[in-house]
């Protein structure tokens, strides 16, 4: 069996991790969770969902560290379980992860060109591939690349916004308890993503050291960044105008009195949409990959490239797929994975106003 090459250190798990989670759902999810949730119960929503997904996270990273191939939960499933829960498993993944990427593709189509969305969709998936294909260290700069423009995106969000937060707003009447595990709900879909190292697995270094460290790390930055811009959008905006937003960080910054930022909130969250859909197409190609060595697909997909060391069928079947649902279908509102509705059903055909 032809294996993966281990490249990824720490500093490349933790940037694939960054590029997981910090997608879409940070430009749109503070609105819903507001609107459940109110102001303060906002933050105590994203530190409840935080630690939810911490919990998920570490076991995963454990389990990732005793199984260090490629596959993430499919393997596991198959290795604690039985090999028919592992099947379960893996399709229910491929599935799911197949239309959320054509659903990413398709969103980021209606920021760049409303007109042509599958088109500029299918241009994504095939830039998306080629990357992938030459190799994990590749996917891994260009993740890079994704992560620090929507950081300096994120900052200065967070920077502008911080000279409009009144302290007053956070004493506006609070949501319920339900309310703020509703918001916790929506808020754990935004952290989504952290389990990709797990999928990887097969070609991160020292898999026992670095998977349990760049796991939680990832997740740890990715809770301070949430926690500081829902404080932020809360302070400017206020719970309900914060929960009636259909574009809440754009809103920060016209509110805080420069509006003419707004088109850099919304570049930046197109290329935050671009950094999931490179590393979910990376991991759908990885489950392909181990589901093709165990005969539960086709065995021809199960080729590693002699010189990337990349799952190529795997990878350019998985692209296939993907602009054939995009060329048929629009999944944004559909998609089987309530990780991708948090990222795609917001954003409507024209970017909003």
């Not at 570490?58 to 199984?67: E, K």
């Not at 996917?139 to 995106?153: D, I, N, Q, W």
């Not at 026992?208 to 760049?214: D, H, L, M, S, W």
């Amino acid at each position: 069996m032809d294996q993966l090459a281990r490249r990824l250190g720490v500093p490349d798990a933790v940037t694939i991790g960054l590029g997981s989670m910090l997608g879409a759902g940070v430009f749109v999810v503070f609105a819903p969770a507001a609107a459940a949730a109110g102001g303060a119960g906002l933050l105590v929503a994203v530190v409840l969902a935080g630690f939810i997904a911490f919990c998920n996270a570490t076991s995963s990273a454990r389990l990732a560290a005793r199984y260090p191939e490629s596959g993430g939960t499919y393997v596991y499933g198959r290795e604690r379980l039985n090999p028919f829960a592992g099947f379960l498993v893996g399709w229910g993944f491929v599935i799911g992860k197949t239309a959320s990427c054509a659903a990413m593709a398709l969103t980021i189509g209606a920021y760049l060109w409303p007109g042509q969305a599958r088109l500029v969709a299918v241009a994504a998936v095939v830039a998306v591939t080629a990357v992938n294909l030459r190799g994990v260290t590749k996917t891994a700069t260009a993740t890079r690349v994704l992560v620090l423009v929507v950081l300096a995106v994120l900052t200065l969000v967070a920077v502008v916004g911080a000279f409009g937060v009144s302290i007053a707003r956070f004493d506006q009447p609070g949501g319920s308890a339900r309310g703020v595990l509703t918001a916790a709900g929506l808020l754990f879909f935004a952290f989504a993503g952290y389990a990709r190292v797990a999928t990887l697995g097969e070609e991160v270094r020292d898999p026992r050291r670095t998977i349990p460290r760049a796991v939680p790390l990832a997740l740890g930055i990715v809770l301070a960044i949430y926690l500081t811009l829902a404080a932020v959008a809360v302070g400017v905006l206020g719970a309900d105008r914060l929960g009636a937003s259909a574009a809440p960080l754009a809103d920060v910054v016209t509110a805080a009195g420069l509006p003419g930022l707004e088109w850099v909130v919304r570049a930046g969250a197109t290329v935050a949409v671009t950094g999931v859909l490179l590393s979910l197409l990376a991991g759908v190609g990885r489950t392909t990959l181990a589901m093709a060595r165990r005969r539960d697909l086709p065995g021809g997909l199960a080729a590693v490239h002699p010189r990337h060391q990349v799952p190529h069928r795997a990878e350019l079947a998985v692209a296939a797929v993907v602009i054939l649902v995009v060329v048929l279908a629009d999944v944004r509102g559909r998609s089987a994975s309530p990780a991708s509705r948090c990222w795609s059903t917001t954003p409507s055909p024209t970017p909003p106003r």
